[in-house]
């Protein structure tokens, strides 16, 4: 019910500042994306802009990008992917208005940025609650969405992988899941101990090794194929506006159901009005907030419409959506996808290893967003900082036992539920933004 309501807020929201920032000129898009991308210079120990973007994209490049694709195509239909596109196109300037506020109204002189520092100095001091809830429900969603779906994603991959290897009772699933939920929270204290100079040098490193990897095996699985780019394109239109659209063996699933699982996954992935990547973007010892905005353009177009992209025209391209539902397991479909390329024991491996990738560079970022948003609501208590670290780890190991259905429900709510205080800022805030 509540996707329903605020996902077309977030396009009605989105479609206005783009045409106020003029953002429907494509012009002003790559001129904005070249300025953003120019390397700049930064002193020792400094986070560069380009660095922040990184972070930020470490963030939103996570299961969303893999299984949350491939979920969107199976029960929305292939033409969900059009809806992630249009969602991801007016989601430009709505990640463009954030991280611009969240660079112009930063503290330089603390830890502290990010949509609860615009809310409070931007709007001034009585909004101070609505910056509170922004924190509270940014904690909600890091321990959910950053946390619990990026731990639940690896371990349902590891535990496919093992099962295509030998046979796993379901007393050894369990033992391998709790194993690397310990792993995984041992790995993110790692990175919280070393702040956010730490998590931004792995998201450095990290981002652009695995999504140049995953391109290229989605690339040679598109070739593969033997399939027409065009061809596959006019069926992701086609299927975005047919009324009885049915694919994977789901009757009945039609343009409504594509347009929220397109819009709704979209949101998942790129986080455009949340306010979640520009505490990243923020992180940057950049101080033109003109140059930072325009690499959040930059990151929302990697995010979907190359990442994003890549993943379902290599499914879709490779046939393993069968009209007899013989593919309802999501993992087992993106799995037939990759083996055209890399064979079945090559193709779980890679699987598994990018989704470890992708979603444990989510949950390094995601922490470090718990972290700003916890500092700002216990004034950078010690003792809350410490708590936290084992609360994030705690979360991990849990998160990988649930359902991945549940995790994936209370997520896209949390996701939702963050994005109102934060976009009642930025329509406050909208002649602050240029």
Sequence with gaps: MLETILAPVLLIFGA?????????????????????????????????SLAGMFTALAGTIGTGNIVGVVGAI??????AIFWMWVSAFFSFATKYSEVFLAVKYKKHSSELYGPMVYIEKGLGRQYKPLAVLFCVLGIAACLGV?????????????????????????????VIRLIVGILLAAA???????????????????VPVMSLLYMLICTIAFIKSRQNLFSILNYILRDAFDFKSVIGGFAGVGIKESIKMGITRGIFSHEAGMGSG????????????????ALGIVEVFVDTFVICSATAIAVISAG????DGGNTNVMQAIQSAFATVLGSAGAGLFLSV??????????VSWSFYGSVCLKYVSKSSYIAQSAFKWIYAAFTIVGTILSLNFVWSISAILNLLMAVPNLYALAKLRNDIE
């Excluded at 003029?22 to 120990?45: C, D, M, V």
């Excluded at 199976?74 to 033409?79: P, Q, T, V």
């Design 146 to 174: 950053g946390c619990s779906v990026q731990a639940n994603s690896i371990s349902e991959s590891v535990v496919a992988l093992a099962q295509s290897q030998i046979f796993v009772s379901a007393k050894g699933e369990l």
């Design 320 to 323: 393993v959506l069968k009209l």
């Design 74 to 79: 199976m029960f929305g239909g292939a033409g």
């Design 16 to 48: 206005y500042f783009t045409f106020k920032l003029k953002f429907y000129k494509p012009h002003t898009l790559i001129r904005l994306a070249a300025y953003g991308i120019k390397p700049e210079k930064t002193k020792k120990g400094e986070i560069s």
């Design 354 to 363: 990018s989704i470890i990738l992708f979603a444990f560079s989510s949950m």
């Design 188 to 206: 993110v204290i790692y990175a919280l101990i070393g702040g956010a100079k730490r998590i931004t040098k792995l998201s450095s490193v990290l």
């Design 278 to 293: 520009s505490i990243a973007h923020a992180a940057a010892s950049t101080v033109t907030p003109k140059k930072q905005a």
